[in-house]
């Protein structure tokens, strides 16, 4: 759901940035896009991958209460309790992992971070195509300190298959890639393999 002349893919606001990332805060309440989603921010666009989505009070001084004892559905909590959409917030996370610089992508960090307040879109099936044909952004996952990154790079190439015409020769292409990422560390190699298919 959009509201006014908000563009349908058009699913936050950047509420804090650096070169690595930003924390964007979603429109919706549970609007978060996937982990391992394919954002982008900004004109130039600046695109990054959705590390973690995060569910909690907009006064992060108030704690959330429990209101459902005697409820019968987690649906009539929400629905007896309207205040509950303005009181919480749904952000999502996200590792820059490219930027156009006119009419190319470098997979690689922009000189300077997103703006406070752009527009995050989750890119479409087309734009996943585009930006994962080449996999050089690989690079900048693999060495990211992120928890649990294996999971979103897995996550991430699983998404970008179904953007694929031919899912299965991707797949092979990225195994290939962060084959020479990862060659001296062929435990992670395998996991993240295994996290693909």
Do not use: W
């Amino acid at each position: 759901m959009t509201t006014n002349n908000q563009e349908p893919n058009r699913i936050a606001e950047v509420v804090e940035t650096t070169t690595t990332g930003f924390t964007a805060q979603c429109y919706e309440l549970y609007g978060a896009p996937a982990l391992g989603s394919l954002v982008r921010v900004g004109d130039p666009a600046v695109y990054a991958v959705v590390h973690n989505v995060t569910t909690a009070a907009l006064d992060l001084g108030r704690r959330v209460m429990a209101r459902g004892a005697s409820e019968a559905t987690e649906e009539a909590v929400y629905h007896n309790n309207p205040q509950i959409s303005r009181l919480l917030a749904t952000h999502i996370e996200a590792l820059v992992v490219g930027h156009d610089v006119g009419d190319a992508t470098k997979y690689r960090l922009p000189s300077s971070p997103p703006r406070i307040h752009g527009f995050v879109y989750c890119c479409d099936a087309n734009e996943i195509a585009a930006f994962t044909d080449g996999l050089d952004y690989l690079h900048l996952l693999t060495s990211a300190s992120t928890p649990a990154i294996d999971e979103v790079i897995a996550a991430n190439l699983r998404l970008a298959a179904e953007s694929h015409s031919d899912p299965d020769a991707f797949r092979i292409r990225a195994g290939k890639a962060l084959a020479a990422e990862l060659a001296s560390d062929i435990a992670r190699l395998n996991a993240i393999l295994r996290g693909i298919s």
